[in-house]
T-cell receptor
Framework: TQLLEQSPQFLSIQEGENLTVYCNSSSVFSSLQWYRQEPGEGPVLLVTVVTGGEVKKLKRLTFQFGDARKDSSLHITAAQPGDTGLYLCAAMNYGGSQGNLIFGKGTKLSVKP | DAGVTQSPTHLIKTRGQHVTLRCSPISGHKSVSWYQQVLGQGPQFIFQYYEKEERGRGNFPDRFSARQFPNYSSELNVNALLLGDSALYLC??????????????FGPGTRLTVL
């Protein structure tokens, strides 16, 4: 069974701090995605990483895919209250199609002003 | 352009009843996937449909069924509801991007409460 383990599960920080969220697995994935979900809404795709060692930046967010394509991290610089939400990593399920994703349990981030 | 829409937004049922949830994909998207998200967890895959055919099924009992219509909209049906079926049910649609990847676009979900 493929599993994506995210850590930490909860994170509460002050505005301006930096943070890193991790997504780990014992399985190799062809690609991995990061989503952000706000209460009462569906997840919104932030980025897809495909190549081992790849680093992608989205404003203050930096995403990295591990060299072995088993893990990924999301780093937020100078967090703002608007970054508050549930951050989910997801990957295509083995033997499935790209519409069949497995998700981690998520990291619930709270950024206080 | 309208995103993925789902109806109803909220629903309260009692144990043993059945429920039908509806999803309209983004125009031009032919694939629809359904996910169940229990409070405090990540979404869990239930079904994927493409061109009206089932392409994948997650580890859910036969009480869960779905279908896709010619206009690519989709319904998720759950029979004999249990308390544990209380969750946010998410629908996602996708199309094949130029780099041959499928980007999933999620709707806002239907919050189902079973009493």
């Amino acid at each position: 069974t493929q599993l994506l383990e995210q850590s930490p599960q909860f994170l509460s920080i002050q505005e301006g701090e930096n943070l890193t969220v991790y997504c780990n697995s014992s399985s190799v994935f062809s690609s991995l995605q990061w989503y952000r979900q706000e209460p009462g809404e569906g997840p919104v795709l932030l980025v897809t990483v495909v190549t081992g060692g790849e680093v992608k930046k989205l404003k203050r967010l930096t995403f990295q895919f591990g060299d072995a394509r088993k893990d990924s991290s999301l780093h937020i610089t100078a967090a703002q209250p608007g970054d508050t939400g549930l951050y989910l990593c997801a990957a295509m399920n083995y033997g499935g199609s790209q519409g069949n994703l497995i998700f981690g349990k998520g990291t619930k981030l709270s950024v206080k002003p | 352009d309208a995103g993925v829409t789902q109806s109803p937004t909220h629903l309260i049922k009692t144990r043993g009843q059945h429920v039908t949830l509806r999803c309209s994909p983004i125009s031009g998207h032919k694939s629809v996937s359904w996910y169940q998200q229990v409070l405090g967890q990540g979404p869990q895959f239930i079904f994927q449909y493409y061109e009206k055919e089932e392409r994948g099924r997650g580890n859910f009992p036969d009480r869960f069924s779905a279908r896709q219509f010619p206009n690519y909209s989709s319904e998720l049906n759950v029979n004999a509801l249990l308390l544990g079926d209380s969750a946010l049910y998410l629908c996602a649609s996708s199309h094949r991007d130029r780099d041959n990847t499928d980007t999933q676009y999620f709707g806002p979900g239907t919050r189902l409460t079973v009493l």
